[in-house]
């Protein structure tokens, strides 16, 4: 297998052909429940922070239009989406690839001696066995993370999750717009500051990145999806725990001149987008859990760092 990352900083990818993309239809006369309604409207997205990463594409701030839409206040659980498996017999690409990603802080001494390093960002092991149900590989178990965020999940799993709960995921405009919270051009869903007032309101790394992990924050992992205070709309956990797949394939400059009257991004693409960083996010190495930061990775790629949140 390769394990040669598509992108270094934020996540692995797989870069060969796995094995076809199983699709599920959409689950007939199913509504999905519990979402937040928004009303849309014009905001200003991206950024010109100079702390952002203008290869990335988090630039220039323009003026962009979303119509209502809906969106979850939380990522997918683990709850939810066993009851999707369970109900479908869904197999995610990370089972039938035979492998996942998964930071090697968090592997027992057995699974690690099996695992290969990723080139590039060792930290970074391609761990057979590690799936949805086995975050760290073989041993671990989700059983006692219901109420946490799946992970292990790509694109194309997210979307047939989608297919079956009667929901989409959101466009990457629709996404900061709802994680934004109302606010205009702040740093975070919460305003400039990382730590007002020295409490901590996301789940990213605290001490030295990727040796020293002091989860001042409450978590070493990932954290309950209902973890920290929600923003002014009302969604949980949009910066740090796991990055979000986004429906948009992605690219550093097509936001430039395309549309900005409800846009989808590119038509087409190698990668698609991901936002709001996660619990390993650190600003000495990736500090992508600001509202405007993005980052990338293949439809069939999998890590322990990688959900989704769902809207309609």
């Known amino acids: 297998m390769s394990t040669e990352p598509t992108k270094s900083c934020c996540t692995p990818g797989r870069t060969e052909p796995g094995p ?29 922070d100079p702390v952002g990463f203008p290869a990335d594409g988090e630039g220039p701030v323009r003026e962009v239009e979303v ?10 659980t683990n709850a939810q989406f066993g009851s999707f498996v369970k109900a479908t017999g869904y197999v995610t690409e990370a089972e039938r690839f035979g492998f996942s990603f998964v930071f090697e802080g968090f592997l027992a001494s057995a699974v690690a001696a099996t695992a290969q390093s990723v ?25 006692d993370r219901q109420n946490h965020p799946v992970v292990h999940v790509s694109w194309h799993d ?3 999750y989608c297919a079956w709960s009667g929901t989409r995921l959101p466009t990457e405009a629709e996404w900061e717009y709802a994680a934004r919270g109302g606010l205009e051009q702040k740093r975070y869903p919460w305003g ?10 996301c789940n990213i790394w605290q001490g030295v990145f990727p040796t020293l992990n002091t989860a001042a924050d409450g978590h070493r992992s990932t ?51 991901m936002r709001g960083g996660s619990h390993m996010c650190h600003d000495s190495y ?11 990775n293949t439809p069939d790629s999998s890590a322990g760092n990688i959900g989704f949140r769902v809207a309609a």
Do not use: Q
């Not at 009303?39 to 991206?46: A, D, E, N, S």
């Not at 970074?124 to 073989?138: F, L, M, Q």
């Not at 400039?192 to 309101?201: C, Q, W």
């Not at 097509?254 to 698609?272: C, K, M, N, S, V």
């Open 223 to 273: 954290a309950p999806v209902k973890s920290f205070r929600p923003n002014g709309h009302g969604l949980y956990n949009v910066a740090g725990n796991v990055w979000e797949w986004c429906a948009d394939w992605f690219s550093p400059d097509f936001h430039r001149t395309g549309p900005h009257h409800h846009p989808a991004g590119p038509p087409d693409g190698t990668r698609r987008v």
């Open 67 to 76: 119509g209502p839409f809906r969106i979850s206040p939380t990522a997918v």
């Open 192 to 201: 400039d500051e990382l730590t007002p007032g020295g409490r901590h309101m």
């Open 158 to 160: 997210a979307r047939a």
């Open 119 to 143: 080139a590039g960002v060792p930290w970074w092991r391609a761990v057979p066995g590690a799936d949805w149900r086995r975050p760290e590989g073989p041993g671990s178990t989700a059983g």
């Open 20 to 48: 076809a993309v199983l699709t599920l239809t959409a689950a007939p006369g199913r509504t999905a429940r519990g979402l937040l309604a928004l009303p849309g409207g014009r905001f200003l997205m991206g950024t010109d």
């Open 286 to 296: 990736c500090n992508r859990y600001r509202v405007a930061a993005r980052s990338s």
